[in-house]
């Protein structure tokens, strides 16, 4: 049972929009910045958003992160075959003094 | 450019010990965190500590502590997990990474190692 709370499967076609998200608590989501990881099948995470809504160097702009209180939302627009993988919401908790992740999840292109 | 390498697979029997690595490069190791996360087989990422190599300052998930040992040698850059007795239960593919810490309620894990497969089997 994970700390952050995402949906175990999203799905959308290609050019669609899709929104993936995380419930936390006050003591995660609520006190701390979030951040979004994106895993390719058989690959290593990749950082996608940072700091709720910012992104690296090299991302492209049809991803965005946003955060309202206790919850945020991952939001791929024109959605590509190439964006098939699972993605984790992350925060530090300051209860558990510790990083949380969400369970991931998993988004199918159709 | 920043590079974390980590160790080859490793099989291993209930019992055993096993210390993994993390070869960093490309930036000033002393300065930022270094992380580990576990996957196992099919499943989420777990985050399982962390150090800062300037001072060797180390936290551990509850999930985790007393299991692992989360350590670094500056003088090589490179961080290591370690276990004194392995259990079936850890195998799992578990990554490094480097964290960024931009202010008190912002950090996050910016470069990944490819991750190290260790399989514990009888």
């Known amino acids: 049972q994970s700390v952050l709370t995402q949906s175990p499967s999203a799905s959308g076609t290609p050019g669609q929009r899709v929104t993936i998200s995380c419930s936390g608590g006050r003591s995660n989501i609520g006190s701390h910045t979030v951040n979004w990881y994106q895993q390719l099948p058989g690959t290593a995470p990749k950082l996608l958003i940072y700091s709720d809504n910012q992104r690296p160097s090299g991302v492209p702009d049809r991803f965005s992160g946003s955060k309202s209180g206790t919850s945020a939302s991952l939001a791929i627009s024109g959605l590509q075959s190439e964006d098939e993988a699972d993605y984790y919401c992350a925060a530090w908790d300051d209860s558990l003094n510790g990083l949380v992740f969400g369970g991931g999840t998993k988004l199918a292109v159709l | 450019e920043v590079q974390l390498v980590q160790s080859g697979a490793e099989v291993k029997k209930p019992g055993e010990s096993l210390k993994i690595s993390c070869k960093t490069s490309g930036y000033n190791f002393a300065t930022y965190w270094v992380g580990w996360v576990r996957q196992m087989p099919g499943k989420g990422l777990e985050w399982v500590g962390i150090i800062y190599p300037g001072d060797s300052d180390t936290r551990y998930s509850p999930s985790f502590r007393g299991q692992v040992t989360i350590s670094a040698d500056n003088s090589i850059s490179t961080a290591y997990l370690q276990w004194s007795s392995l259990k079936a239960s850890d195998t799992a593919i578990y990554y490094c990474?480097?964290?960024?810490?931009?202010?008190?309620?912002?950090?996050?894990?910016?470069?990944w190692g490819q991750g190290t497969l260790v399989t514990v089997s009888s």
């Open positions: 990474a480097r964290r960024v810490v931009l202010a008190r309620t912002a950090y996050f894990f910016d470069f």
